[in-house]
């Protein structure tokens, strides 16, 4: 069921009509950070309680009990400065105390509640193509943040990628990058809500190109491909890069692997966990 709510920030106000009771207050925040460019963590929403205390981002909207058009405050800043954006992130934790997706028996890949949220980023996120699809080629979904580099957003994305030479190189043929504008949340019985990557966002916009069958993504978080476990590659995180950035070949002997897949015209036979004994015996035959 639908909930529309307006939000009222910096002198606007914004509706808010494609989010339904089922919907948490992380889903809205989310929502909010693609009208506004204020990220969840530094929104601050008044008037959403649950029994007189401020709501948490797992609450449903539907138990705040909201009327139709209920107007709320948003109270938050966007990341004013480029300079603030290229700080180096705080050390994250969640790489430390990440799970393996197999320890964790949930399944959530054809829960019709993710699958409602996919439908939605599908219809209301924005993609810039950079460059257009190439008919007939496979698609390679990268991390950033600690697989290529140190990432917390967009801006930060842009910025590195332009520093690194991907983005201004004509070499590069990338098609798009997303933000976290373009993740969902799920509900996990053991974690509670987390946040992961739904590549069904990127087959919904790019369905003539892109399938479970040509896809593959590199991750250094295995949450991440819950909604993709076929098609997610667990990589070690590349951290302190200024100590282990000589020893660190990860991604040099995935370019083989990439290569001998792309032969294929299914990866769904593939498990992405054995990628190096894949890799491997490939090279002795």
Sequence with gaps: MSLPIIVKWGGQEYSVTTLSEDDTVLDLKQFLKTLTGVLPERQKLLGLKVKGKPAENDVKLGALKLKPNTKIMMMGT???SLEDVLCPPPDNDDVINDFDIEDEVVEVENREENLLKISRRVKEYKVEV???????????????DYTL????????IEAKMKEL???TNANYKITFMLDSAAMITVHTPRRGLIDVKPLGVIWGKFSEFYSKKNTIMFDDIGRNFLM?????LK???FMKAHLNRDKDKELVKLTQYLKEIAKLDDFLELNHKYWERYLSKKQGQ
């Design 78 to 80: 966007r990341e004013e």
């Design 130 to 144: 950079l460059n257009p699809p190439r008919e007939g080629k496979k698609l390679l979904v990268l991390d950033v």
């Design 149 to 156: 580099f140190a990432a917390t957003n967009m801006k930060w």
């Design 228 to 232: 993709n476990p076929q098609n997610g």
């Design 165 to 167: 030479g991907v983005s």
């Design 235 to 237: 990589i070690r995180p």
